[in-house]
């Protein structure tokens, strides 16, 4: 029986498959860089990735459970030079003195290294090449590791601790093109002075990142913005482009020109920018948006703002679908070195949906890596045609079932 099984495991399990789009020799250059392999001879830094991949991808909840979950992968990533699950103490020693930089520096390479495969998708609507979103997530702590944000609790005076991650997406690759791990009570708009965007591009954000002396620098830079303006925002209005008093209507109900002042070292200044009052088709929700661009069209710059809403979807993926409700440490650096990897495996699952070119929600794709991770299947053949794949292996294996009989061992 043992022989017919052995006979049937051929080529790489899921898991193995899944580490192979992670190029070998662009993380060696990172490591020699980084020098994150110094004083480390049980758990070099691949393997420590990996590790931390299947805990990631598993959904384990402890280290206990990913060192014991390791065992079913020995003797299976032989050729990742892995022969061996790590002990308890030495995962946790790794993830306690290994910089969660050498895996920042990874999930960057991995963004480089697939461009052309991430940017193949077009934005339906519009047509800008370039369009960023900005936002951010609170990761909730379950002990006071970062400081967290809101009032003190009752009982103890103690807020939940809590990671805060700021990204930037491109709209058209669906993934962080640049992110930031701050504590909880970091205000969204200091990740707007890290951000470096390219002349021509455009970027949307929510009104939380309204820093107006910021939107006169990026008009100066060619940089041009849509977000929501805030209630309370004093302006004057220059030219009213156009305006619909009918109550029921739909979509852009005014459209006009207008001033804002703002100042700069104790200078008072002023910016132009487009103001437009929009009402949600399906909300029916009044929206007003102010941009830089006056070359769009009232209805693309509220198309623009409703792309916001896929960085919203990229924190839905990652939250849903990998471990991040519970911690496998209580560091800080141990708590960014798993963000880190579960964006890594976001990345890596994101590559594989778009390669096999399979039509299966994200949330499906994850749930077989998952179910399936140490099984010997073709993943992009199994992705792409599920059933097909599957009676295709039940036939290789009667046949090998078949021909065991005939002619013995």
């Known amino acids: 029986m043992n022989k017919i099984t052995n006979k049937n495991l051929v080529?790489?399990?899921?898991?193995?498959?899944?580490?192979?789009?992670?190029?070998?020799?662009?993380?060696?250059?990172?490591?020699?860089?980084?020098?994150?392999?110094?004083?480390?001879?049980?758990?070099?830094?691949?393997?420590?990735?990996?590790?931390?991949?299947?805990?990631?991808?598993?959904?384990?909840?402890?280290?206990?459970?990913?060192?014991?979950?390791?065992?079913?992968?020995?003797?299976?990533?032989?050729?990742?030079?892995?022969?061996?699950?790590?002990?308890?103490?030495?995962?946790?020693?790794?993830?306690?003195?290994?910089?969660?930089?050498?895996?920042?520096?990874?999930?960057?390479?991995?963004?480089?290294?697939?461009?052309?495969?991430?940017?193949?998708?077009?934005?339906?609507?519009?047509?800008?090449?370039?369009?960023?979103?900005?936002?951010?997530?609170?990761?909730?702590?379950?002990?006071?590791?970062?400081?967290?944000?809101?009032?003190?609790?009752?009982?103890?005076?103690?807020?939940?601790?809590?990671?805060?991650?700021?990204?930037?997406?491109?709209?058209?690759?669906?993934?962080?093109?640049?992110?930031?791990?701050?504590?909880?009570?970091?205000?969204?708009?200091?990740?707007?002075?890290?951000?470096?965007?390219?002349?021509?591009?455009?970027?949307?954000?929510?009104?939380?990142?309204?820093?107006?002396?910021?939107?006169?620098e990026w008009t100066e830079r060619g940089v041009y913005f849509v977000t929501r303006m805030k209630e309370n925002a004093v302006f004057k209005i220059l030219e009213v482009k156009r305006t619909y008093t009918i109550p029921y209507i739909v979509g852009v109900i005014r459209e006009e020109i207008i001033e804002l002042t703002y100042m700069d070292n104790k200078e008072e200044k002023t910016i132009k920018l487009m103001r437009i009052e929009y009402v949600d088709p399906i909300t029916k929700r009044a929206l007003t948006f102010i941009s830089n661009s006056f070359e769009l069209t009232a209805e693309e710059i509220a198309l623009i703002y409703k792309n916001r809403w896929q960085i919203e979807l990229l924190f839905k993926k990652i939250k849903q679908n990998f471990q991040l409700k519970y911690f496998v440490g209580d560091t800080e650096n141990v708590i960014k070195i798993q963000i880190w990897v579960t964006l890594i495996a976001h990345l890596i699952v994101s590559i594989i949906k778009k390669v096999s070119k399979s039509k299966k929600a994200f949330s499906n794709i994850v749930t077989t890596i998952r179910i399936h991770l140490m099984s010997y299947v073709k993943l992009l053949d199994f992705l792409k045609n599920t059933l097909k794949t599957w009676e295709e292996m039940k036939n290789e294996k009667k046949q090998e079932d078949t021909q065991y009989c005939l002619w013995g061992p």
């Open 11 to 216: 080529g790489q399990p899921i898991f193995s498959q899944v580490l192979n789009y992670i190029p070998k020799t662009k993380i060696a250059s990172i490591i020699r860089e980084k020098n994150s392999d110094k004083y480390y001879k049980k758990i070099h830094t691949f393997k420590h990735l990996v590790v931390m991949l299947f805990g990631v991808i598993s959904k384990c909840h402890s280290l206990r459970e990913i060192c014991d979950g390791m065992l079913v992968c020995e003797g299976k990533l032989n050729h990742l030079a892995i022969d061996s699950s790590p002990k308890r103490s030495t995962l946790a020693d790794a993830n306690k003195n290994r910089s969660h930089e050498v895996f920042e520096s990874i999930y960057y390479m991995l963004i480089g290294h697939y461009k052309s495969i991430l940017s193949d998708s077009k934005i339906v609507g519009l047509s800008i090449q370039r369009l960023f979103a900005i936002d951010s997530t609170t990761i909730s702590l379950f002990s006071n590791i970062l400081e967290g944000v809101g009032r003190n609790p009752k009982k103890n005076g103690k807020k939940k601790g809590g990671i805060k991650a700021h990204m930037l997406i491109d709209a058209k690759e669906g993934v962080a093109k640049f992110i930031k791990l701050t504590a909880a009570k970091i205000h969204d708009s200091t990740f707007l002075k890290y951000v470096m965007l390219p002349k021509g591009s455009y970027v949307v954000f929510d009104k939380a990142y309204n820093k107006y002396k910021l939107f006169a």
